[in-house]
Structure formats: C-alpha cells, structure tokens
C-alpha cells in the first residue's frame, strides 16, 4: 500500500511545463481517488494509480 501513497504525494507536485494543467488535474484527481480506495479495494486503487500514472507521469530524472 506505501507504493500508492508514494505515487499520490508525487502527483502533488508542481507540474511540468511540458504537460497541460488539464492532464495535471485529472491525473491529481484520479490518484486522490485511488488514495481513498486503498484500504476498501487494493486492486482497483492499484489500477487507478496507473491510470493516474498514465495521463500525467509525475516529473522524475530527465523530465523536470
């Protein structure tokens, strides 16, 4: 459960110039919901931070 909880705290940070404050938000918004879907579902909130992973990859080595 520490890798979904790692993946919402980044998804809190600035976002990247090269993605759009849309993608940004949805991403945000979709990893919220699978923060609070994690105690009651772990594999749905597991598929949902990939999703989340998926609209914005959160800035990492070389994308900053």
Avoid at 41 to 62: E, K, N, T, W, Y
């Amino acid at each position: 459960m520490a890798p979904v909880s790692c993946m919402v705290y980044r998804y809190s940070l600035a976002v990247p110039s090269n993605q759009s404050p849309v993608s940004s938000s949805r991403s945000r918004l979709v990893a919220a919901r699978a923060d609070q879907l994690r105690d009651k579902d772990v594999s749905l909130s597991r598929q949902l931070a990939l999703v989340a992973h998926r609209i914005a990859p959160p800035p990492g080595p070389g994308r900053a």
